[in-house]
Nanobody
Framework: VQLQASGGGLVQPGGSVRLSCTAS????????IGWFRQAPGKEREGVAC????????SYADSVKDRFTISRDNTKNTGYLQMNSLKPEDTAVYYC???????????????????WGQGTQVTVSS
Protein backbone atom coordinates (compact mmCIF):
# COMPACT_ATOMS: atom_id res chain seq x y z
CA VAL A 1 0.00 0.00 0.00
CA GLN A 2 1.55 3.26 -1.03
CA LEU A 3 1.04 6.72 -2.44
CA GLN A 4 3.37 7.99 -5.12
CA ALA A 5 3.58 11.77 -5.49
CA SER A 6 5.08 13.45 -8.52
CA GLY A 7 5.12 16.72 -10.44
CA GLY A 8 7.23 18.99 -8.29
CA GLY A 9 10.07 21.12 -9.52
CA LEU A 10 11.35 24.65 -9.89
CA VAL A 11 8.82 27.27 -10.97
CA GLN A 12 8.92 31.04 -11.23
CA PRO A 13 6.74 33.24 -9.03
CA GLY A 14 3.33 33.56 -10.60
CA GLY A 15 3.73 30.24 -12.35
CA SER A 16 1.80 26.99 -12.09
CA VAL A 17 2.49 23.36 -11.39
CA ARG A 18 0.33 20.28 -11.00
CA LEU A 19 1.12 17.56 -8.51
CA SER A 20 -0.18 14.03 -8.87
CA CYS A 21 -0.63 11.33 -6.26
CA THR A 22 -1.25 7.78 -7.44
CA ALA A 23 -2.38 5.15 -4.98
CA SER A 24 -1.49 1.48 -5.22
CA UNK A 25 -2.74 -1.31 -3.03
CA UNK A 26 -5.84 0.62 -2.01
CA UNK A 27 -8.89 2.11 -3.67
CA UNK A 28 -9.43 5.84 -3.38
CA UNK A 29 -13.16 5.11 -3.52
CA UNK A 30 -12.95 4.55 0.23
CA UNK A 31 -10.67 7.39 1.32
CA UNK A 32 -10.46 11.11 1.49
CA ILE A 33 -7.28 12.39 -0.18
CA GLY A 34 -5.31 15.51 0.53
CA TRP A 35 -2.00 17.30 0.58
CA PHE A 36 0.12 18.86 3.26
CA ARG A 37 3.46 20.63 3.03
CA GLN A 38 6.52 21.37 5.06
CA ALA A 39 8.86 24.26 4.43
CA PRO A 40 12.35 24.37 5.93
CA GLY A 41 12.21 25.30 9.58
CA LYS A 42 8.42 25.38 9.65
CA GLU A 43 5.66 23.15 10.93
CA ARG A 44 3.73 20.91 8.59
CA GLU A 45 0.66 22.62 7.14
CA GLY A 46 -2.47 21.02 5.73
CA VAL A 47 -3.03 22.44 2.26
CA ALA A 48 -6.09 20.88 0.65
CA CYS A 49 -8.36 17.86 0.85
CA UNK A 50 -11.11 16.22 -1.22
CA UNK A 51 -13.73 13.99 0.35
CA UNK A 52 -14.54 10.58 -1.12
CA UNK A 53 -18.29 10.85 -0.92
CA UNK A 54 -19.57 14.11 -2.32
CA UNK A 55 -16.15 15.35 -3.40
CA UNK A 56 -16.34 18.29 -1.03
CA UNK A 57 -13.06 20.20 -0.85
CA SER A 58 -11.30 22.17 1.84
CA TYR A 59 -8.32 24.49 1.64
CA ALA A 60 -5.92 26.30 3.89
CA ASP A 61 -6.53 30.05 3.82
CA SER A 62 -3.01 30.55 2.51
CA VAL A 63 -3.80 28.72 -0.75
CA LYS A 64 -7.51 29.37 -1.21
CA ASP A 65 -8.38 30.67 -4.67
CA ARG A 66 -4.94 29.68 -5.98
CA PHE A 67 -4.83 25.92 -5.51
CA THR A 68 -7.37 23.36 -6.68
CA ILE A 69 -7.57 19.78 -5.50
CA SER A 70 -9.25 17.12 -7.57
CA ARG A 71 -9.44 13.36 -7.76
CA ASP A 72 -10.02 10.74 -10.43
CA ASN A 73 -11.04 7.52 -8.75
CA THR A 74 -10.97 5.66 -12.06
CA LYS A 75 -7.23 6.33 -12.16
CA ASN A 76 -6.82 6.01 -8.40
CA THR A 77 -5.11 9.39 -8.51
CA GLY A 78 -5.44 12.75 -6.81
CA TYR A 79 -4.18 16.06 -8.11
CA LEU A 80 -3.20 19.46 -6.77
CA GLN A 81 -3.22 22.27 -9.32
CA MET A 82 -1.16 25.14 -7.98
CA ASN A 83 -1.49 28.53 -9.66
CA SER A 84 -0.15 32.00 -8.92
CA LEU A 85 2.67 30.46 -6.96
CA LYS A 86 4.57 32.54 -4.45
CA PRO A 87 8.04 32.03 -2.95
CA GLU A 88 6.36 31.20 0.36
CA ASP A 89 4.76 28.17 -1.31
CA THR A 90 8.23 26.59 -1.48
CA ALA A 91 8.05 23.33 0.46
CA VAL A 92 8.05 19.58 0.23
CA TYR A 93 4.50 18.54 -0.62
CA TYR A 94 3.10 15.25 0.64
CA CYS A 95 -0.08 13.47 -0.32
CA UNK A 96 -2.09 11.55 2.22
CA UNK A 97 -5.25 9.50 2.54
CA UNK A 98 -7.44 8.91 5.54
CA UNK A 99 -11.05 8.44 6.57
CA UNK A 100 -11.59 12.15 7.12
CA UNK A 101 -10.31 15.39 5.62
CA UNK A 102 -10.16 16.90 9.09
CA UNK A 103 -7.39 14.48 9.99
CA UNK A 104 -5.45 15.23 6.83
CA UNK A 105 -5.79 19.00 7.18
CA UNK A 106 -4.66 18.76 10.79
CA UNK A 107 -1.69 16.66 9.59
CA UNK A 108 -2.54 14.08 12.22
CA UNK A 109 -1.65 10.46 11.88
CA UNK A 110 -4.18 7.74 12.73
CA UNK A 111 -4.11 3.96 12.19
CA UNK A 112 -5.90 4.53 8.90
CA UNK A 113 -3.50 7.22 7.65
CA UNK A 114 -1.36 6.63 4.61
CA TRP A 115 1.26 9.22 3.71
CA GLY A 116 3.24 9.30 0.51
CA GLN A 117 6.79 10.43 0.00
CA GLY A 118 7.22 14.12 -0.64
CA THR A 119 7.84 16.05 -3.81
CA GLN A 120 9.77 19.30 -3.72
CA VAL A 121 8.23 22.48 -5.08
CA THR A 122 10.55 25.48 -5.28
CA VAL A 123 9.19 28.87 -6.28
CA SER A 124 12.02 31.16 -7.23
CA SER A 125 13.15 33.48 -10.00
Amino acid sequence: VQLQASGGGLVQPGGSVRLSCTASGLSLDYYDIGWFRQAPGKEREGVACASRGNGATSYADSVKDRFTISRDNTKNTGYLQMNSLKPEDTAVYYCATDWACGTIMAVSRTPSSIWGQGTQVTVSS
